[in-house]
């Protein structure tokens, strides 16, 4: 059985900074493609950045040199540093693995807010 589970959402003010984790664990041979997604209210869910196997990321042009994607292959973690938030970066952000199938996180919920 595969878990993946995020961490690190919480409020903050504009401005701020938070870094998310999420980490893989069970029965999965190797990782692909990690990425974050993130769901406002109201909205559909949608692609916030990705990292390959080799390190090569991409990001929505929203969050383009504000956030920074990175991943752990040892530890089957990956990351997202927040930095510069905005109030409509907040949503409940989501992780997302891939590996021979696909695997979501439960989320993380993000408020930006003062």
């Known amino acids: 059985q595969v878990q993946v589970v995020e961490s690190g959402g919480g409020l903050v003010q504009p401005g701020g900074s938070l870094r998310l984790s999420c980490a893989a664990s069970g029965s999965i041979f190797s990782i692909s493609t990690m990425g974050w997604y993130r769901q406002a209210p109201g909205k559909e869910r949608e692609l916030v950045a990705t990292?390959?196997?080799?390190?090569?990321?991409n990001y929505a042009d929203s969050v383009k040199g504000r956030f920074t994607i990175s991943r752990d292959n040892a530890k089957r973690t990956m990351y997202l540093q927040m930095n510069s938030l905005k109030p409509e970066d907040t949503a409940v952000y989501y992780c997302?693995?891939?590996?021979?199938?696909?695997?979501w996180g439960q989320g993380t919920q993000v408020t930006v807010s003062s």
């Open positions: 990292i390959t196997n080799y390190g090569y990321t």
């Open positions: 997302k693995i891939q590996g021979g199938s696909i695997w």
